[in-house]
């Protein structure tokens, strides 16, 4: 069994706050994490990414923390702005083959 | 524009009818992909292809078929399209190698309903 389970459907944050958006996985074989940015009417784009030889990867206000033993990622975005409204979706390919698993996505609403 | 394209945005059909969905990527990459969002569903995966006339089925691929004669064309079609069927189809592509080697393109997708 092979997923990627994103178990908070919403989330709202205050502006300048931290966001913490959470994905869970069940293969242990994964090597590799994406998190996707989508907004409405657009189709989702890349934000950050991390390997499993990391436990951590950070890109200005957004890191992407992995803990293995925990098959547990997270994406924290600090301070959250009004732009960062949007559906997030973590994602990993399925080693040695091409195709992706998605989660169901967290919608995250950073309030002005 | 460079870049990844779908036609049309917004589709409306009915039951029965056959449907095809539009992809058109510029920047000749190997990989491209549809999925469908769904509410409570995420992403999922349709089909696939690795190059041109090289196609696999993904996860939901039921009802659908591809063809892919041309590296930058990935066209889906419902063969005969159900109320199920009803959704937000995304086109994708990716590379092979570079830094982000993982990561895909989406097209701004395509609303398809089924009446």
């Known amino acids: 069994d092979q997923q990627v389970k994103q178990n908070s459907p919403s989330l709202s944050v205050q502006e300048g706050r931290i966001s913490i958006l959470n994905c869970d996985y069940t293969n242990s074989m994964f090597d590799y994490f994406l998190w996707y940015k989508k907004y409405p009417a657009e189709g989702p784009t890349f934000l950050i990414s991390?390997?499993?030889?990391?436990d951590k990867n950070e890109d200005g206000r957004f890191t992407v923390f992995l803990n293995k033993s925990a098959k547990h990622l997270s994406l924290h975005i600090v301070p959250s702005q009004p732009g960062d409204s949007a559906v997030y979706f973590c994602a990993a390919p399925i080693s040695g083959t091409y195709k992706y698993i998605f989660g169901t996505g967290t919608r995250l609403k950073v309030l002005a | 524009d460079a870049g990844i394209t779908q036609s049309p945005r917004y589709k409306i059909t009915e039951t029965g009818r056959q449907v095809t969905l539009m992809c058109h990527q510029t920047?000749?990459?190997?990989?491209m992909f549809w999925y469908r969002q769904d509410l409570g569903h995420g992403l999922r995966l349709i089909y696939y292809?690795?190059?041109?006339?090289?196609?696999d089925k993904g996860e939901v691929s039921d009802g659908y078929v591809v063809s892919r004669s041309k590296t930058e064309n990935f066209p889906l079609t419902l063969e005969s399209a159900t109320r199920s069927q009803t959704s937000v189809y995304f086109c994708?592509?990716?590379?092979?190698?570079?830094?982000?080697?993982?990561?895909?393109?989406f097209g701004p997708g395509t609303r398809l309903t089924v009446l």
């Open positions: 994708a592509s990716k590379i092979v190698g570079g830094s982000n080697y993982n990561e895909q393109f």
């Open positions: 991390i390997s499993s030889i990391k």
């Open positions: 920047w000749s990459h190997s990989y």
């Open positions: 292809s690795a190059a041109a006339d090289i196609t």
